[in-house]
């Protein structure tokens, strides 16, 4: 038989750090391969593909690929007429959102191979899905200049089983059909017992044993495993699922049923408020009608399928947000300990603070689950945080985070595609809103997830908040083995940890907040400070901003002129909660903008957007890339820091306001 080769006779794309060597080759210049050339790291998807540009499903997103790119330099149409068929980049490809229209981009406009030095997760996965080939091996480069053919055998070399399969064959569509129809099969999963990690364990006892008849169950995975398994949640909201419905009537015919509804759920979220920020030049290219018809598609599938829409809710005749920002609800209402639940959303990982093994996913991912209900998952390293002692007063999980991402681990993208395990005595002492914290930002380092075992404190919230019996918590919760084997551990002593921020552009970019002055030059002045997201929209991010903005009013204090502050709850559950304990009151007197539940600015899509490349933000949200929300430089901290920065009208610890 003879090998399949790609024959790429395209133009080879180098995004290089130096703007006016990039701009050369969008001008029609080629070069060779220069291994000293500095390339840009960290391009994330939403550099690939911006939130507006998102607003498409189709081909249309060929036109706008690249467009976010920092700098600025790669207009509408540039990748799809430059003839380009090899995008070469830094480390970390496609880190941040789990948006399937970055690499759909690419592959429209005529991409064939991306090569990074490293590759991101769900980026990497999209790919495979689509059909995009992805490499790390830059000596491929002087080969394809020379003309040569390259076997695809070389580029799916290093992958495991399944993920070869599916590239191979062109894509997760085409093997499914053969995979469903049981003419190819996943090599069987042959690990002996061993003692395993907390998602481990959770893998192994939903693999898809065999697809036919559904069994499920093996005895014991390891790292580099390939397999698939059984969800038990599935769910998308507005932004993805009509992606996913289109490429699932076409992958599957138009009549396709969606298996098992009751365990879909759709969530119309992340645009709720896009109209109060839509630049006009957007409305002028028609946007404004392009991102509405996310809804109604989303809509007519949720009908057709019988699927749960958790929609917005409507208050005296007005629009009052959306019910939940989809990672709050299903905490509040959905996943369980021990559970599988797979997202079109890369922050999915933040219910594994219920003990769950919670992942995002791409949309040709989550059109096959519809159909199959289950993911392929390649069993990944865990990395153990061992967390110890108290936090110190003004210092809460978002800091924690913030010093573990600034790791050297991270840093030097070894924590790519692992799930971080935290446990320990320290975890154990965190409410299950701090506990989301950690887990929500896993995926900021590229990991794959983060997972906490499940407690008491668990079982007590879902049987408070959904009033379930305590012992059927307990007989899922799933625990790690106590010999299991880690990647790497690590002991954090929670009483060393500082209030910490983010300089802009990655979230990696931790520094103590006692040092931010001497790094940049002085005071960090703000115009905006925004508490809210799925990250910082929490309960108890409710108490942190309340705790600081009623010392102030005690104070005499209000916001600070110049300076917007802006609070958004992530859920109709968590805004009830502050109206119901006089937060909203205290809110509103010190000169705060509230905003009800909805993604928003987190995602350039709701107030507290910049306008400006000039504007400073200093944000509880989890992410800060280039162009997340909006041109401004954003600043990442914790809802403390948020609120007494709001005051001071620069970045501040809260001892500004509540002296330690």
């Known amino acids: 038989m003879t090998e399949r080769t790609l024959r790429l006779s395209g133009r080879i794309l180098y995004l290089t750090e130096d703007p006016e060597l990039l701009s050369r080759q969008l001008a029609g210049e080629n070069l060779s391969y220069d291994p000293a050339r500095s390339l840009v790291d960290n391009i994330s998807t939403d550099e690939i593909t911006p939130g507006w540009v998102c607003y498409y499903f189709d081909e249309t997103l060929a036109r706008f690929c690249l467009v976010g790119l920092r700098g600025g330099r790669i207009e509408k149409d540039a990748i799809k007429n430059g003839g380009f068929s090899v995008i070469v980049s830094g480390r970390s490809k496609g880190c941040g959102s789990s948006r399937e229209t970055a690499p759909y981009s690419e592959l429209t406009a005529g991409v064939k191979l991306v090569i990074a030095r490293s590759i991101e997760k769900i980026y990497g996965q999209n790919c495979q899905n689509i059909g995009l080939y992805t490499s790390c091996d830059f ?49 069987a999963v042959g690990t002996a017992p061993r003692p395993m990690t907390l998602c481990e364990k959770i893998i192994a006892a939903h693999a898809v044993v065999d697809a036919q008849s559904g069994q499920l169950g093996t005895a014991a995975v390891r790292p580099g495993d390939a397999l698939f398994v059984r969800t038990d949640v599935r769910f998308s909201h507005e932004y993805v699922t009509p992606m996913a419905d289109s490429l699932f009537r076409a992958g599957f015919g138009p009549e396709a049923r969606v298996t098992e509804p009751e365990s879909v759920f759709a969530f119309r979220d992340h645009l709720t408020f896009l109209d109060l920020v839509m630049p006009e030049a957007h409305r002028k290219m028609g946007l404004k009608e392009q991102a509405a018809s996310l809804k109604t598609v989303q809509e007519r599938f949720t009908e057709r399928q019988g699927v749960r829409l958790y929609g917005e809710v409507e208050r005296d005749g007005r629009t009052v947000g959306s019910e939940a920002i989809c990672h709050n609800l299903v905490i509040e209402q959905l996943a369980l300990p021990g559970q599988i639940v797979a997202g079109t959303d890369s922050h999915t990982c933040m219910a594994g603070a219920l003990g769950c093994f919670a992942f995002g996913v791409g949309s040709t991912d989550m059109a096959n689950a519809w159909f199959t209900r289950d993911v392929r ?58 506990r989301s914290t950690l887990t929500n930002m896993a995926v900021e380092a590229g990991s794959f997830t983060g997972i906490i075992e499940a407690d008491e404190r668990v079982v007590d919230y879902l049987v408070q908040v959904r009033g379930l019996a305590p012992e059927a918590i307990r007989s ?35 520094v103590p907040l006692a040092q931010l002055e001497q790094q940049c030059g002085g005071d960090v002045a703000i115009q905006i400070a925004y508490g809210g997201s799925c990250t910082g929209g ?37 805004r009830s909660y502050a109206q119901e304990r006089g937060y909203i ?58 609120a007494a920065s709001a005051i001071a009208g620069k970045i501040v610890g809260p001892d500004f306001v509540v002296p330690s």
Request: net charge negative; proline share 6%; hydrophobic share 40%.
């Open 538 to 574: 929490k309960k108890a991010d409710m108490d942190m901003y309340a705790a600081v903005l009623s010392r102030a009013l005690e104070r005499g204090q209000r916001v600070a002129d110049g300076v917007q502050l802006y609070i958004q709850f992530g859920s109709q559950h968590i």
């Open 139 to 187: 000596s491929l480069l002087e080969r394809i200049e020379r003309g040569e053919e390259i076997p695809i055998s070389e580029l799916s070399a290093g992958l495991d089983a399944i993920s070869r399969q599916i590239v191979e064959e062109g894509g997760l569509f085409a093997y499914n059909q053969k995979r469903m129809a049981g003419e190819i099969s996943p090599p």
């Open 377 to 434: 998952v390649k069993v990944p390293e865990s990395v153990r945080f061992v967390l110890r002692g108290e936090l110190r007063p003004g210092v809460c999980a978002k800091d924690v985070m913030l010093h573990i991402l600034s790791m050297e681990h991270f840093k030097s993208g070894r924590g790519i595609g692992q799930v971080l395990e935290f446990a320990g005595p320290g975890v154990a002492g965190l409410s299950l809103d701090e």
């Open 476 to 510: 899922r919760i799933v625990r790690a083995d106590p010999d299991a084997d880690y990647a790497d551990s690590y002991e954090i002593e929670l009483g060393s940890v500082v209030p910490m921020v983010a300089t802009p552009g990655d979230p990696r970019n931790g």
């Open 585 to 642: 009151d205290v809110f509103e007197r010190v000169g705060a903008t509230l905003v009800d539940p909805s993604c928003g600015a987190c995602i350039r899509a709701g107030p507290g957007v910049s306008q400006s490349a000039s504007e400073v933000t200093v944000s509880a949200i989890n992410r800060n890339f280039p162009g997340r929300s909006g041109p401004g430089q954003v600043y990442l901290a914790s809802p403390l820091v948020v």
